[in-house]
């Protein structure tokens, strides 16, 4: 099952999110090599500067997805105001469909 995470950053946070990033793709990378990760990148702010993230990754349950979304380094820094988790069905383009 997919699971999209929805992450909002914290206002004024984008230097955590900087400073954070390398360990960041790290993860995501890894998580990548697994087969767990499907889509993932930056929200934009009317700036073009991130404010968020979406990640969509395959897990089980609910609770391994927010599993996986508390193992974020983002998330371990602070730097997410929310994080919102559904379950999510890839219905356009996707390439297993």
């Given at each position: 099952?997919?699971?999209?995470?929805?992450?909002?950053?914290?206002?004024?946070?984008?230097?955590?999110?900087?400073d954070?990033?390398?360990?960041h793709?790290?993860?995501?990378?890894?998580?990548?090599?697994?087969g767990?990760?499907?889509?993932?990148g930056?929200?934009?702010?009317?700036?073009?500067?991130?404010?968020?993230?979406?990640?969509?990754?395959?897990?089980?349950?609910?609770?391994?997805?927010?599993?996986?979304?508390?193992?974020?380094?983002?998330?371990?820094?602070?730097?997410?105001s929310d994080?919102?988790?559904?379950?999510?069905?890839?219905?356009f383009?996707?390439?297993?469909?």
């Open positions: 099952m997919l699971f999209a995470l929805h992450c909002t950053d914290k206002p004024g946070a984008l230097q955590l999110r900087l954070t990033r390398p360990d793709v790290a993860y995501l990378n890894d998580l990548n090599a697994k767990i990760l499907k889509i993932a930056p929200f934009l702010g009317d700036d073009s500067k991130p404010t968020g993230s979406l990640v969509i990754v395959k897990a089980e349950t609910i609770a391994e997805a927010r599993a996986i979304a508390e193992a974020d380094p983002y998330a371990k820094a602070g730097l997410f994080v919102e988790i559904k379950a999510f069905n890839w219905v383009n996707n390439p297993e469909a």
